[in-house]
């Protein structure tokens, strides 16, 4: 993640969703959800077209839990010069 990045940017903009819209618009969706930490998407998402998007985004067969988060975890262990996972989600839930 660079200076001139947001949030999103860094996070999640090299997310595979199969399509550069689609991470475009998951790294949007994560930098205003960083503005606005509490309460519920319409909350937070006060313009009707961008909760809208939202909702068609995450619906989308593409848009998967480990899809989403590989992109933020790399990025993470990037920035604390961690080799890889500490933890799985099977031993998450032993």
């Known amino acids: 993640m660079t200076a001139e990045q947001?949030?999103?940017?860094?996070?999640f903009g090299s997310a595979q969703l199969g399509n550069q819209a689609r991470t475009r618009r998951l790294a949007t969706l994560a930098t205003q959800l960083t503005q606005h930490?509490?309460?519920t998407l319409p909350q937070k998402?006060?313009?009707?077209a961008?909760?809208?998007a939202t909702y068609r985004l995450?619906?989308?067969a593409e848009v998967?839990?480990?899809?989403v988060?590989?992109?933020?975890?790399?990025?993470?262990?990037?920035r604390t010069?961690?080799?890889?996972?500490?933890?799985?989600?099977?031993t998450a839930r032993s």
Do not use: D
Request: glycine share 12%; net charge positive.
């Open 69 to 78: 988060l590989a992109s933020h975890q790399a990025e993470t262990l990037r």
């Open 81 to 90: 010069n961690h080799p890889g996972p500490c933890w799985s989600s099977a």
């Open 45 to 48: 998402l006060r313009n009707p």
């Open 6 to 11: 947001s949030f999103g940017e860094g996070h």
């Open 37 to 39: 930490p509490g309460g």
């Open 50 to 52: 961008a909760l809208e």
């Open 58 to 60: 995450m619906s989308r």
């Open 64 to 67: 998967k839990h480990a899809t």
